[in-house]
């Protein structure tokens, strides 16, 4: 109750708190990180989720983005998904899984993108996210994305998704 007192009135909690190693380091001794990025697939402005989720009007072929999602998969040099600003030493890292999949159920406009690393370039779930939704809306192929992925080229990206929809669900230690 204390912490969250402190925390009032940003929209998050502390549910649960541990003693820490004194070397503890949040960010360097995490070996995973899973993130969600939310996307609301319909032409109706959006309401409720507004500020919670890109709204992507156009119909999306998530069938065609999952295919896209699992060539991202591997240990690649993801220097066309890196922002300008990038601060990590390399560009080489391992994607464990992007998955592309429907909300609740397939008559749902939701669509989610899973994607877990070990770690991850600044914005490179962004980018990659909107990428794959270039490939739904029919943009690019699959094997676009291959080869934007093996050119190393910042300009072979597609446009960053917006901030609105990325969640950090968890950090496994």
């Not at 998969?73 to 066309?80: I, M, P, S």
């Not at 962004?126 to 739904?136: A, P, Y």
């Amino acid at each position: 109750d204390a912490l969250n007192a402190h925390l009032r009135p940003l929209p998050v909690a502390v549910l649960r708190a541990e003693e820490a190693a004194p070397d503890f380091h949040a960010r360097f001794d995490a070996v995973r990180r899973v993130y969600l990025y939310r996307i609301i697939n319909r032409r109706a402005p959006l309401a409720l989720e507004a500020g919670k989720a890109w709204r992507v009007p156009r119909e999306l072929d998530i069938d065609a983005m999952n295919t896209a999602a699992r060539r991202l998969v591997g240990h690649h040099d993801f220097t066309t998904f890196r922002d300008s600003k990038c601060q990590a030493a390399s560009p080489m890292k391992t994607l464990d899984k992007c998955e592309v999949s429907w909300g609740s159920d397939a008559d749902s406009p939701r669509i989610n993108i899973v994607c877990e690393a070990r770690n991850f370039l600044h914005r490179q779930v962004r980018s990659m996210v909107g990428t794959l939704v270039e490939v739904g809306l029919g943009k690019m192929s699959a094997d676009d994305v291959a080869a934007a992925l093996a050119a190393k080229d910042r300009a072979r990206c597609g446009p960053v998704a917006p901030p609105d929809g990325l969640y950090l669900m968890r950090v496994d230690y």
